[in-house]
Each structure stands twice: as structure tokens, then as C-alpha cells.
């Protein structure tokens, strides 16, 4: 997986979210490593001012071993 993020002191990190935010140069995405979805709304509070925010797009960022199936994941 090509999208792998290190999160400094925390190794791999499980998420990445990209927020998307309009400017005068165009939209300008701020990419995040983050462990819990929790953490994301106090990143979005920091800035930029979230009224400028057009999407966060949040995607699992660690390695995936193998194709496992929500069934298989089940037994496990």
C-alpha cells in the first residue's frame, strides 16, 4: 500500500484524512496522520477555519495483509 503514514512517535498510523479547503489559489488539501477518529474533529478546530472546508476524505492508511472478508474477519 503506497499510502502508509508514519505518525511521529506512534509508528504506522492507522487513518489518513484529507481535508479540502478552498482558497484564492484553488483548493489547498492539509493531510493527516491520525490512530482514532476522535482526533480528527480537534485537528479540523485548529485551522484552516473550517467555513472554508469543501470535503475530509478519510481512508485506512495501514498495510492490509491479504484480501480478508468481512466473514473471514468475523471468525477471527
Known sequence: MTDVL???GFGVARWK???EYRSRAGIVDVEHA???LDELHD???RGP???T???I???FARPVSG???IEEAARL
Do not use: H, S, Y
Open 6 to 8: 508514519e505518525k511521529p
Open 43 to 45: 485537528l479540523i478546530e
Open 67 to 69: 484480501l480478508l472478508t
Open 34 to 36: 491520525i490512530e482514532e
Open 53 to 55: 472546508l469543501v470535503k
Open 49 to 51: 477555519d473550517w467555513n
Open 17 to 19: 484524512a484529507v481535508a
Open 57 to 59: 476524505t478519510v481512508t
